[in-house]
Structures are given as structure tokens and as C-alpha cells.
């Protein structure tokens, strides 16, 4: 978890969702933990964060599980203490849904599998089972189920996001030789997802660097809801998300090299897939 506007961010559209969820009003929380109305209005609206001490108290109020309110409680220590955060994926994994939900523009970049946002259910329990062989059944349902609640809430935005999404086609290769029937499938279904207004598909041939191989960027756009613009990057047992512009700006110049490499997805030829493979 970054640490300044980001976190805030976070705590702010925790406690507006939640609340939502919930159908209560600002003045319902407020009571239920003993504040005044303004004051939470204010941690609602981003002027101000609460402090940890008090946020499992709001966070169940707002319906979150411990767990939610865990995160939400490091978030507030991150920016008390001024220092980002490096959290294990589930953490920054909320913030990525609620990126998907209010940012106004977002990138997303995977050389060896397909985004999850784009996924059918039948490539998850595929595909991406064999990529976590450690991966419990309860572990795969529960992936499952968060991607799908992101898929849902990013179908049903009504503010026309900017949505640009780069797959390396080694993640097509490997899957057509997985399941022939499954590749066509999903091929269908990254295809009527770049008729969506406001999305783009490329598919990227060629080897990419390890370094490089997946990121995402989100920009606030023309969202009023959005948070501060954040990068995001995952290593092999921890993510980041990074709010510092000048990495920021070195990632969004990687975007724009990979983007222009890549092909349309509208007039990728697969046809000669094999030959590619020898």
C-alpha cells in the first residue's frame, strides 16, 4: 500500500462501499461508533483519515470482516508513519477492485497469462489452476469469486472508462495447447470485450524481459471518484502499489513502447501459431 493520498484513498472508498452495501447513512455510522457526523464525513470524503485505534470499529460498522479492517488499519499506520507499504497481493488486490470500479483510465499488461478481468470462469479453474499448484480448492473458489465480483462491477460502470488491456501471446500460445475448444472460447470472449466502449485488446509477440513481464498503471481520468494515478507490480510472495510520479512516468513510457509493438487484437492472425512454437 502506498502511503499518502493512496492510502487515504483506500480507507475513503472502503468505508463509501461498505456503507453503501450496508444502505446505512453517514449519521448511522457515526452513532454506531460514537462520532460526530462531521467527522466522519470528513474520512469518508478523503479530507481526513481516521486514526488505526479506530478503524476495526468503523470497518464493521461498514460491514467489512476483520480481515478488511486489518488493511484498512495499515493503511492509516502507513501514512502516520510516512512510509509505503509492501503488502501481500490480497491487500493490495482491494485496491485494485476498487481502482477497476472508480479510476477513469487503467493499463493492464500480462506476457504470460490473460488479465482477470478478461478471464472465463473455465480458464481460471484451467489455466490458472496449473499455474498455482499449491492452490487449494477453497484457494481457487475464492479467486474465483473476487474476479468475478471485479468483472460484475466493471461491466455494470455506466462512465465509459478508458480500459487498455496488452496480452503476450505466449498466454494464447500456451493456451490453445492446453485446450484447443478453451482458446476459442476465450478467444471469442476477448474479442466481444474489445467491442466494449472505451476498451482496447493488443496481443504482444515476441519474448519480453522477466522485469517487465506484467503491470498495471491507473490515472484518475475523468473520474471524480478516482484516487491519486498508481502504478502496480507484484514479485513472487508480495505487490506494490507505487504513487510516486517519476516511477509512474517510467512506467507509462514502458506502456506506450509495448503498446505500439503490439497488434489489434481485431486483426491478430493466429493461424501460424505453430510454426511460432518451434
Not at 32 to 38: L, P
Not at 90 to 96: D, T
Not at 156 to 175: C, H, K, N, Y
Not at 226 to 248: C, H, K, M, N, V
Request: glycine share 8%; net charge neutral.
Amino acid at each position: 500500500m502506498a502511503k499518502t493520498e493512496s492510502g487515504i484513498w483506500f480507507i475513503q472508498m472502503m468505508l463509501r462501499t461498505g456503507r453503501q452495501a450496508k444502505g446505512k447513512t453517514q449519521r448511522e455510522i457515526a452513532e454506531e461508533v460514537f462520532m460526530a457526523t462531521d467527522t466522519y464525513r470528513d474520512y469518508e470524503a478523503g479530507r481526513s483519515s481516521p486514526p488505526a485505534k479506530n478503524m476495526k470499529a468503523l470497518a464493521e460498522a461498514c460491514g467489512h470482516d476483520e480481515e478488511k479492517a486489518k488493511y484498512m488499519a495499515r493503511a492509516a499506520l502507513g501514512r502516520k508513519e510516512g512510509e509505503a507499504l509492501e503488502a501481500e497481493m490480497r491487500f493490495n488486490g482491494l485496491y485494485i477492485a476498487l481502482a477497476e470500479r472508480y479510476y477513469g483510465i487503467f493499463f493492464k499488461f500480462d506476457a504470460l497469462m490473460i488479465p482477470g478481468l478478461l478471464q472465463l470462469q473455465e480458464y481460471h479453474y484451467t489455466v490458472v489452476r496449473q499455474a498455482e499448484p499449491f492452490g487449494t480448492d477453497d484457494f481457487m473458489d475464492g479467486g474465483w469469486d473476487f474476479k468475478e465480483e471485479r468483472q460484475l462491477a466493471v461491466e455494470a460502470r455506466t462512465d465509459r472508462p478508458v480500459m487498455q488491456f496488452l496480452i503476450g501471446e505466449t498466454a494464447l500460445l500456451q493456451l490453445r495447447m492446453i485446450s484447443e475448444e478453451l482458446y476459442q472460447d476465450q478467444m471469442r470472449h476477448l474479442r466481444r470485450w474489445a467491442r466494449k466502449p472505451g476498451v482496447s485488446i493488443r496481443i504482444l509477440r515476441g519474448p519480453v524481459p522477466a522485469h517487465l513481464s506484467g503491470f498495471s498503471t491507473y490515472l484518475p481520468g475523468k473520474s471524480k471518484l478516482a484516487g491519486p494515478q498508481i502504478a502496480y507490480s507484484e514479485i513472487a510472495d508480495s505487490s506494490w502499489l507505487i504513487d510516486d510520479e517519476t516511477r509512474i512516468t517510467g512506467y507509462d513510457e514502458i506502456r506506450k513502447m509495448l503498446w505500439k509493438k503490439a497488434i489489434r487484437i481485431e486483426v491478430y492472425n493466429d493461424d501460424d501459431w505453430r510454426y511460432r512454437l518451434a
